[in-house]
């Protein structure tokens, strides 16, 4: 029982994250490029051939669907301390 609550705390902090993680990936990859990348407009980004800037775009603006992601992630990190805190008073116990 408790794996299932591991992997559930876990898959909590990285959906919490994961548009930061989008955001980011976005950024490195339009600045390898040598792309501009930001909010208000679409800007062409050719990568191999194919021009990736309106994915690259709604990656970047992901980010701003972190504030409603971050708090499960904040729900997800204080579940994964209950459950070592949990673990520690268990090996304490005995």
């Given at each position: ?18 548009p930061i993680l989008s955001m980011?990936?976005a950024t490195a990859i339009a ?64």
């Amino acid at each position: 029982m408790k794996k299932w609550a591991y992997i559930a705390s876990v898959l909590m902090i990285l959906i919490g994250v994961a548009p930061i993680l989008s955001m980011l990936a976005a950024t490195a990859i339009a600045d390898f490029q040598g792309c501009t990348l930001n909010e208000a407009n679409v800007y062409p980004c050719m990568i191999f051939g194919a021009d990736w800037g309106s994915a690259l775009n709604v990656m970047f603006v992901l980010a701003w669907f972190a504030m409603l992601t971050i708090l499960l992630s904040a729900f997800g990190v204080l579940g994964l301390l209950a459950l070592l805190g949990l673990e520690v008073y268990d090996r304490l116990r005995r």
